[in-house]
């Protein structure tokens, strides 16, 4: 599928096939391996580095069309550092689309791009990162879900899951949502909250996550009727 991922493709050391991201200033390369480490040139991003992405924005993954496009809240710092989403080791969200039945196998953060062939893309409520995601003010949340709106009025996905309670009652003024499906449809795609897949939300295991993924699953990817969903209001 055609769509909107920014990024680009390259050699990395050994002849590795590497993937370029958006880096932030300083980044001694803007190479990310692709190996199973994944990380920049073989190593962690410094403390230096991962300073330096503060406030860096990352490219939606993005193309028309898709089944379920989600929606984090921010990018962190090491999304920042290497240009790629939900890339903190610890954050459960590339195990649990494949442990859920969304990918075929566990992919890493620097593969994003293979998501749209799957129907499937990332954006976030505000691009900027943070080391924090309580660093966002309610003013930036609610201008984010205005823009997810214009995006998914361009893009025509299916389905938008929203990854964190938090933000999504935030966003769009929703205080006593739950994980699950909405009620609010967005320019006709159908709405689903997901916990925040981060490793600090201890609220939810990575069974239970991986459980909540997995009723999306079945409902956007024409499988059979969910099951009684697991969620709660935390995450």
């Known amino acids: 599928m055609r769509g909107g991922y920014l990024g680009g493709t390259g050699r990395g050391r050994g002849g590795r096939i590497a993937v370029r991201g958006v880096v932030a200033p300083g980044l001694k390369s803007g190479v990310v391996c692709g190996d199973r480490r994944w990380e920049l040139m073989g190593n962690r991003p410094s403390a230096q580095e991962l300073a330096a992405a503060e406030g860096v924005r990352i490219p939606d993954v993005l193309s028309p069309g898709l089944r379920v496009l989600f929606c984090g809240i921010n990018p962190g710092l090491w999304s ?6 939900f890339a903190r080791p610890g954050n459960r969200f590339w195990p649990a689309l494949h442990a859920s039945g969304f990918t075929p196998r566990l992919l890493r953060p620097d593969e994003q791009a293979e998501l749209p062939g799957l129907g499937l893309g990332i954006s976030n409520f505000v691009a900027r990162a943070s080391a924090r995601a309580a660093e966002l003010s309610d003013e930036e949340l609610r201008a984010g879900g205005l823009a997810l709106v214009a995006k998914v009025r361009r893009f025509r996905p299916e389905w938008v899951a ?3 309670i938090t933000a999504y009652r935030v966003a769009f003024g929703e205080r006593r949502a739950t994980v699950g499906r909405q009620d609010r449809r967005i320019e006709g795609a159908g709405v689903w909250v997901l916990p925040n897949p981060s490793g600090l939300n201890a609220h939810w295991t990575a ?11 079945q409902v956007a990817m024409g499988d059979e009727t969910p099951q009684q969903g697991l969620g709660g209001s935390g995450g």
């Open 207 to 217: 069974g239970t996550l991986a459980a909540e993924f997995r009723q999306l699953r």
């Open 80 to 85: 920042g550092a290497t240009g790629f989403h």
């Open 162 to 164: 929203v990854v964190g």
